[in-house]
């Protein structure tokens, strides 16, 4: 008996021993291989894995850190992550002090995914030591700016576009085009951008998408800010120097590199000109407060896996050439902040100098206009068993055709507060009236200007905008604005505040409540009064003449002479047309 108990005994403590479950002491490691990796470059990662897999990043790096910002129209935060490899501090005043800022925006059009990817794996290489850390700039990137629209996955509306298996929405979560919203601001994202980039104030700016154009051997093209507009030594360097530097280190690395091809439905080899990126667009803002500005295009139609690697290429090198020419990038930006003053012609608007051009030579393939035998009309098709290198014209110097003198002042009155919430956001100096103010200032009448007949952005926004200017003394009220050109913010407040500039806040729909008149006449009141105006005043009594004698349009609606007479009496509202914005010389 006493045996059989020593057996179940010995039996029972080792089936014990067996099922207990054994605990190491080992920390365990993540993973930061990427979706894209782990599926051999035919996917890319969710908007949830995306950051998630920064916050591991950030756990196991003291390098690295994350933070959400601002809102989104999605409802869910903007993140912004830095890589800071040479200090344990987070204050960009402090890190302005003695390195460069490089911010890469991803995923504005979350179809285009090339650099989402592309980042997450530059990050982690350099963290780890991958890849050479850069000394002295700091990298920050907004690892995905539309989120409503990554959110929105599906694998068919890039109808063009060779890959990722399923991949985000161009629309935001109101269905905006968020590289149309930089000056506007609809939307939350562009509100919470414009809050990361005056808090990192970069020297470079990386805005990582997918081209949608033309057929070329081409895996990456570059959409530098366009030099003419942004202006003076500062554009010359980044067209002279930086951009052959960085088709140099490229070529160094056996990728080809040609600027964007600016076409739509036909074949490049015949020419093209550099994309005009207006205030609009993300390079197109950043120009506005002095930063070298690079898209970089992706070729749709080329692999997936081969694209993202290109952009991680393209982007490696910018940092080290952000390293190598870092003084030269930082003097010149500081001396473009004094390039213009009071007093100088400023230009608005620009146009193709044709007196000038580059020659490129490209790389492309044979194409040719045949019958199509769907629709029966002419259709474009490139024979990708034809390549071939020739040299094409490329039009990339622009000039101004339009220009304007830098007042001293803008004075805004406080009702305008959408446009004042506006300058607040991208960090403009002000001062308010103390007192109700009598000021003589330059003032203008909104003339002649066109308006879009469709939708865009949410707008039927206006162009060919022309305006008249008087002077005359304005009464201001207390707690009107006062904001003076002499800032950093002074191209920003020229190109949002003067109406013609074709990104204006008049031209997209800011003030036009002015376009309406208010009060109105009566014909059968003001017939009358009509009369005893023409009798009491000889110039208009002359000009209602000869305009009745030479316009027989004007001359034939009887309801047109009496408004034209009503405008010209003291009846008429003084709002209509008038822009409530003034200037100060």
Avoid at 140 to 150: C, F, H, L, M, R
Avoid at 288 to 293: I, P
Avoid at 344 to 371: N, R
Wanted: aromatic share 12%; hydrophobic share 30%.
């Amino acid at each position: 008996m006493k045996k059989h108990l020593l057996l179940f005994l010995i039996i029972y403590s080792c089936n014990n021993t067996i099922d207990k479950p054994i605990t190491e002491n080992k920390t365990t490691k993540t993973d930061f291989t990427t979706v894209f990796e782990k599926s051999n470059g035919l996917e890319t990662a969710t908007y949830k894995e995306v950051i998630n897999y920064y916050e591991d990043l950030a756990n196991q790096y003291s390098e690295i850190s994350i933070k959400s910002i601002g809102e989104t129209d999605s409802g869910k935060p903007l993140h912004m992550v830095t890589l800071n490899m040479h200090s344990s501090g987070d204050s960009f005043e402090e890190l302005r002090a003695n390195n460069r800022i490089l911010l890469i925006n991803n995923g504005i059009h979350p179809g285009e995914s090339d650099g989402i990817d592309a980042t997450m794996m530059l990050f982690r290489d350099i963290a780890q030591g991958k890849t050479e850390a850069p000394k002295q700039t700091v990298i920050v990137t907004i690892p995905v700016y539309n989120i409503g629209g990554s959110l929105n996955r599906n694998s068919t509306t890039r109808t063009n576009q060779n890959g990722p298996k399923e991949y985000g929405f161009r629309g935001n979560a109101r269905n905006f085009d968020l590289n149309r919203d930089f000056i506007k601001s609809d939307t939350k994202n562009a509100r919470t951008f414009a809050k990361i980039f005056h808090l990192v104030q970069p020297d470079v700016f990386i805005d990582n998408h997918v081209s949608n154009g033309a057929d070329y051997q081409y895996t990456l093209t570059h959409l530098f800010t366009q030099h003419n507009k942004l202006g003076g030594q500062l554009g010359d360097f980044m067209h002279s120097e930086i951009m052959p530097q960085l088709e140099q280190k490229l070529a160094a690395k056996s990728w080809d590199i040609t600027p964007y091809v600016n076409v739509f439905n036909r074949t490049p080899d015949s020419g093209f000109s550099q994309f005009l990126d207006s205030p609009r667009y993300s390079t197109g803002y950043t120009t506005l407060f002095n930063t070298l500005g690079l898209m970089i295009e992706t070729h749709m139609l080329k692999p997936y896996k081969q694209r993202v690697e290109g952009t991680y290429e393209l982007m490696k090198s910018m940092i080290e050439i952000t390293e190598e020419r870092g003084d030269n990038i930082t003097q010149l930006r500081k001396e473009q902040s004094n390039m213009w003053s009071v007093g100088q012609s400023y230009p608005l608007a620009w146009e193709i100098d044709t007196t000038k051009t580059s020659t490129l030579k490209f790389k492309g393939y044979e194409g040719e206009m045949i019958a199509s035998e769907l629709t029966g009309a002419k259709r474009l098709k490139y024979d990708t068993s034809k390549p071939f290198t020739k040299d094409v014209t490329y039009q990339n110097y622009y000039k101004p055709n339009e220009d304007v003198t830098i007042p001293k002042a803008y004075i805004i009155p406080q009702g305008w507060y959408n446009v004042i919430n506006l300058l607040k956001l991208n960090n403009v100096a002000f001062t308010k009236f103390k007192n109700d103010t009598i000021i003589n200032v330059e003032s203008y009448k909104i003339g002649a200007f066109e308006t879009k007949k469709s939708p865009y952005e949410g707008h039927y926004s206006h162009y060919n905008t022309n305006v008249s200017t008087t002077h005359k003394a304005v009464t201001f009220r207390k707690g009107d604005y006062l904001i003076s050109t002499n800032q950093k913010a002074m191209r920003y407040l020229i190109e949002t505040l003067e109406p013609s500039a074709p990104d204006s806040f008049f031209n997209w729909n800011f003030f036009d409540t002015i376009l309406q008149q208010k009060e109105g006449f009566s014909p059968y009141v003001w017939e009358d009064k009509a009369e005893e105006l023409l009798k009491n005043n000889s110039k208009i009594q002359m000009e209602y003449n000869v305009k009745i004698s030479y316009d027989e349009d004007f001359a034939n609606n009887w309801y047109a002479q009496l408004d034209w007479l009503h405008k010209q009496s003291e009846n008429y509202e003084s709002a209509h047309l008038q822009y409530p914005i003034y200037r100060l010389n």
